[in-house]
């Protein structure tokens, strides 16, 4: 299932909080071999995920992580801004409406509909939220996955050739698109928005009639 | 409810930009209460330590109430929004505890209304804020005015917070933002009054990107839309056509 958890919750999910930072640790450092931090208990964790980020992560049906990212208002520090800016045309992107997107992470054994429902849990967010555009940084091979689930961003820069690429790109959703994209997911909507209500609240009916 | 025509929430906006001491950020408050047609309208700053700024529209008495009951360790929505950057709307918020009904109560008594949107605000070094709609209305009614109006009502929430900074003691103004050289760009093309299509053309740039840069562009400027953008990009002499 899809959750939606803040940083500052994550201390209430420590099966899924150590699975994801170690997932993250494998893919980043073990097989892209990117100049990331892995602490001595094999966990990667950067500047960014002490900002309190939005966490959306696939779990597993045994409760550890299958797939995330990590998302950050760009009205703040964001990795784009500070570390890629040469690669979006020499500023910073910055506005409540556009969200960045980072270590998007997928666990070695991980069903291959997950980065799908993780770009689902994106629409979602945009949808509910108003979010009109995510920026975010990838490297070569989600290039090829994003190609596969059909939520290929527009790539604004990119740096270093082959496996070493690492992309600057930016996604919007349409009502369509998160129709797609749920199909490609193998999830229904339905579920898709259960998921979501379950982390942000289910809208409830008159809070009159309620109090 | 009507929603706010543009027109008028440009030359609020540019009040706000300009003022310089509190009591005109509440008549700012005021004007766009009545523009957007809803009961309130509040700006509520909140430290970490618990202490509380703020400016809107609810009664006095409703303030004083808030405050002397401590009502800000009570209140779901400021629990629901500490920490977070995504808009609530308060249907969403857990109103079940005993507590936390009884203030409810309260506070339709009161006047705040039945309905209400907050969107948080994180500003530089852990500081944090609200704007909040409220209103008396059918679930139906509300959801089709945050529809039409959570866009605007995110972009004021970040324009109120950077002026309410602004009137921080000992506190410099935080710099603008500059536009950044593609920014600059593509608000020139639309300022000589190129279309998207051939902006994004000229530019060699898909669509979806140039709405990125637009967007960016209209957010350092505190505009609301591209055409208030263009008009302040030019008055301060960001771009030359």
């Keep these: ?211 | 409810m009507t929603v706010a025509p543009r027109l008028r929430l440009d030359p609020l906006l540019s009040a706000l930009e300009n003022a310089t001491e509190l009591a005109q950020i509440q008549g700012i408050i005021e004007d766009l209460r009545t523009l957007f047609g809803v009961d309130h309208m509040v700006y509520h700053w909140v430290s970490a330590a618990g202490d509380q700024y703020g400016c809107g529209t609810y009664s006095l008495d409703w303030k004083h109430r808030y405050l002397d009951k401590e009502y800000l360790r009570v209140d779901p929505v400021i629990q629901g929004c500490f920490q977070h950057f995504h808009p609530v709307d308060w249907k969403r918020l857990d109103w079940s505890g005993k507590a936390v009904r009884a203030f409810r109560q309260e506070a339709i008594e009161y006047g705040v209304g039945n309905q209400g949107y907050s969107v948080p605000v994180r500003g530089p070094n852990g500081q944090f804020a609200l704007l909040t709609v409220s209103h008396t209305c059918d679930d139906d009614t509300w959801s089709d005015f945050t529809a039409k109006n959570r866009r605007d009502l995110i972009l004021l929430a970040h324009y109120f917070n950077k002026k309410a900074l602004d009137f921080e003691p000992d506190r410099s103004p935080e710099p603008s933002q500059p536009l950044s050289p593609r920014e600059v760009d593509a608000i020139t093309f639309l300022a000589m009054g190129y279309s998207r299509a051939q902006v994004a053309e000229a530019l060699s740039i898909s669509e979806h990107t140039l709405r990125v840069y637009i967007e960016s562009a209209r957010f350092k400027l505190g505009a609301m839309n591209t055409v208030h953008a263009v008009a302040k990009a030019l008055s301060r002499g960001l771009i030359v056509v």
């Design chain 1, 1 to 211: 299932m899809l959750r939606y958890i803040y940083g500052n919750d994550l201390i209430h999910y420590p099966k899924l909080r150590d699975s994801m930072f170690r997932d993250r640790a494998d893919q980043f450092k073990t097989r892209l071999n990117w100049a990331v931090t892995v602490d001595s208990d094999g966990q990667e964790r950067d500047e960014y995920d002490d900002l309190n980020p939005l966490y959306v992560i696939w779990e597993t049906p045994a409760g550890a992580h299958g797939g995330s990212m990590r998302l950050l208002p760009t009205t703040g520090p964001t990795m784009v801004n500070d570390h890629f800016s040469h690669l979006t045309g020499g500023g910073a992107i910055t506005s409540p409406l556009i969200w960045e997107c980072t270590r998007f992470c997928l666990a070695r054994d991980a069903g291959q509909n997950v980065a799908g429902a993780l770009m689902l849990a994106g629409g979602e967010i945009m949808h509910n939220f108003g979010i009109e555009h995510y920026v975010g940084v990838f490297d070569a091979r989600m290039e090829r996955i994003y190609r596969f689930i059909g939520s290929s961003p527009d790539i604004i820069g990119q740096q270093g050739e082959g496996r070493n690429r690492i992309s600057v790109g930016l996604w919007e959703f349409t009502g369509d698109a998160r129709a797609k994209v749920a199909r490609r997911a193998g999830l229904s909507l339905a579920i898709s928005e259960l998921w979501f209500n379950r982390a942000f609240g289910h809208m409830q009916g008159d809070l009159v009639k309620s109090a």
